[in-house]
Structures are given as C-alpha cells and as structure tokens.
C-alpha cells in the first residue's frame, strides 16, 4: 500500500520523503524542482521487535515497511494542466491515502508561490483542485451511466444515484471523504478512484526556531490547520531538522535534540500513524533465524495472514499458536507463557490481532 505526499511547491514535501526514506532524492529551493515521481519505503518503527529480538538471539530483525510516493507540487489551476498538473493528479489517484505537507514555516530564500505563508489557503487550493479533478471525471462517468440506463441497464442506477449525490457534494466545496457512505456504496466506490475519497494527515512543516520556541500546538499556523483538520489527522515536524539529524545514531539524536530544546518523536509517529490510516497492523514471528514484523490489513484471519509469509502456509494452514506480545514479555519466554496457559490455539477463522506472536502449523 501506498501514501502519497502533496502539497504547493516549495512546502519540504521532498525533504520529508528523503528523511522517511533515505532515497536521496533532489531537492532544490525552487519551485517545481520535482518533475517526476519519487517513490522509496520506510520502516515502520516497532519497538517489540527490538524486545522479541533480546529473547531470541536472531539472525535478523525485520521491520514492517511502508511505501512513499514524493509526487510534485500542485498549484492552482493544475485540475486543467497548470505546472504539469493533470500529471501529478494522476499520481495522486495511484495512492491508498494521502500525506498533504502544509507549509507553515517562514524562509526569505524559498519564496511561496502566492507570495506569502497561509496555511489555510493553500489546503483550500489543493482541496480545491482535486475536488475539479473528481468533478470532471464523475461528469464523463454521469453522461456515461444515463446512456446505459436509457437502453436498460438498470444496473447503473445505483451508481449513476451515487455519483449525482458526490458530485452535488464537490459542487459545494465539499470532499467527498466527509460524506457518509454504506458498505454497498464502497463497493461502488472502488473503481471510481477519486482523489477527495483518500484519507488525509496533515503534516504542518515548521521551521526549527518555531519548533525549539515551545508548544508548537499554540502556534497561530497550527491552530489554522488544526480547525480543518482535527487534532486526530494533524502532526507538526520540522523536516528539515529531521534531515539535519537523519544520519546520526539514535543515542547522538537525543542528545543533539535536547540540546537545542527539542523532544521530537514526530517521524516515527508520522509512520505509524500513516500505518494506521491505511487499516494496517503487524503480527510478529519470532525465533533464530529471524524476527520478524508482517503487514495485514485489519480483520485478516489467520490463514490469509500465514499466506504473508508463504503461499504453502495458506495452502496447508492447520492452526495457528498465539500469544499476545503483551503476554509473552510478561512471562519471559515462550514454555513459560504455555505453564501459564496463555499460548492459544487458533483455527481458520480466527481474526488475527496486532502484537500477535504467531507459530503456523501447517501440511502440505
């Protein structure tokens, strides 16, 4: 699965997908410095891992990843073509869910597109595009589902009702997100691939001074984007300290934050809150070889679940052993969580939980 990051120009969308990524992609302090796409995968930080590991003695320890994609920045205008617009848009209708990087630092040498920083603004400006976006493609796909209703596809009514409904919905300024939809509607939803449909965090990206002053929370940028967004899908970072501080250990990291006054967790909360908005949780194997985090999406029953690792544990999936991390830390060790009762055995239509440790029983 997929996050998208958009934004204006000139935002820091680049130097936080290098930071999240390490790709090392180009960044330059003018507009439109990203042409093409930039796409990389983070770890997703998950601190069992290093403890399961203390247990095992492993091999190896691999994390849960996520993908990135560093999309160019949009303007106004970019719905009809504006700098390359309709292309980045396409983008866009490629991700699961979306990372939208608002600019709310102040820097002479990288000027804003419209001149100065608003960060109300600019999420309406981009709002606004996609919103164009997803308003002209429902009007080809409305001319095309009347057509079909008219020589008797009655099929189409449905979902002919359904895009009046979100077009009317545009027409008003509105995300399509922020409508209701049942579970027959979602369905239909999935091969319409609008853009105002993905999920959003916000990422408010500060400059180092505002970030090391205090509570970045009471900040006048923040709080303009925190009366569009909500608390829940909002995360302030300072990318470009991020950057500054990306190559050092973790230890060196700590020292050098607290130095300058910043407590700063905001990167590894970013993933793992972009992690959740795509309904993705871990279970975890461990043993020598490897420790190991897997990436299920939520309501995933064991046997889908030990497919992920292999295709012959599907095929063969006699039951699964689990123990809750939780559980298993509390004990020490795997024989004993099982004195204790606690390793449970589950068959084929148990729903897998994150933080479960899991051993696959299987024949093929």
Known sequence: MK????????????????VLTGAGAQSAKHAFSTLERNMGVANVPDPR?????????PKKVTPATIEFV???????????????????????REV?????????????????????????????????????????LLERRIERLSKQL????????????????????????????SLPFSDEERALLVDIALLTIKPVIYV????????????????????????????????????????????????????FLAEIGVESEGLDLLVRRSYALLGLISFLTAGRPEVRAWTITKGTKAPRAAGK???????????????????????????AAKEKGLVRVEGKEYVMQDGDVVLIRFNV
């Open 70 to 92: 560093d999309i160019a920045g949009l303007v106004r205008g970019s719905s009809r073509g504006e700098g390359l617009g309709n292309k980045f848009l396409a983008f866009i």
């Open 309 to 335: 690792i292999h295709s012959d544990l599907e095929r063969g999936f006699i039951r699964a052993e689990v123990i809750a991390y939780g559980d298993l830390m509390a004990c020490g060790n795997m024989a």
């Open 49 to 57: 891992l290093q403890a399961l590991a203390a247990l095992h003695d």
């Open 3 to 18: 996050l998208g990051i958009v934004g204006m120009p000139n935002v820091g969308k680049t130097t936080l997908f290098n």
């Open 204 to 255: 408010c990206n500060f400059g180092e001074a505002d970030f090391a002053a205090g509570d970045i929370m009471l900040h006048p940028h923040y709080k303009a984007v925190e009366e569009i967004a909500g608390r829940e899908s909002l995360l302030p970072i300072c990318a470009e300290l991020e950057a500054q501080v990306a190559g050092l250990e973790p230890e060196e990291r700590q020292e």
């Open 150 to 177: 008219k020589v008797g596809g009655k099929a189409a009514a449905a979902e002919l009702a359904l895009c009046r409904r979100i077009y009317a919905h545009l027409e008003d300024g509105q995300c399509a997100r």
């Open 96 to 136: 699961d869910a979306i990372l939208h990087v608002v600019r709310c630092f102040e820097d002479g040498d990288v000027l804003h597109v419209d001149g100065d920083i608003d960060p109300a603004r600019d999420i309406e400006t981009i709002d606004l595009e996609l919103i164009f976006s997803d308003m002209e």
